[in-house]
């Protein structure tokens, strides 16, 4: 069983930066794919980024792409997930997931985290 657990959420100003962490524990990590995702309120859990620990393949959404930067520490099971340039529409909350394929399907990824609000004000 995997656990996750995030920090380092909270309230930035518009065109602040985050970096949020993952904390990983249990069996069976070293050939998981660990990815981040977001949900705003009323709206469907996003896809924002993957990793994997062996290979450090990773993928981004577009609308991530060059923001946000995922990375992992394998020494420590942590993944991280540096958010720069935020905009008021990045506030949501952020969650961790691993799973055995990299997907960004979030139906795909077995294990989860209690997730991480992330408020962005204009």
């Known amino acids: 069983q995997v656990q996750l657990i995030e920090s380092g959420g909270g309230l930035v100003q518009a065109g602040g930066s985050l970096r949020l962490s993952c904390l990983a524990s249990g069996r069976g990590l070293s050939n998981d794919a660990m990815a981040w995702f977001r949900q705003a309120p009323g709206k469907e859990r996003e896809f924002v980024s993957v990793i994997t620990w062996s290979r450090y393949t990773t993928y981004y959404a577009d609308s991530m792409k060059g923001r946000f930067t995922i990375s992992r520490d394998s020494a420590k099971n942590t993944v991280y997930l540096q958010m720069n340039s935020l905009k008021p529409e990045d506030t949501a909350v952020y969650y961790c997931?691993?799973?055995?394929?990299?997907?960004?399907?979030?139906?795909?990824?077995?294990?989860w985290g209690q997730g991480t609000q992330v408020t962005v004000s204009s």
């Open positions: 997931a691993g799973g055995t394929v990299i997907s960004r399907r979030a139906n795909d990824y077995l294990y």
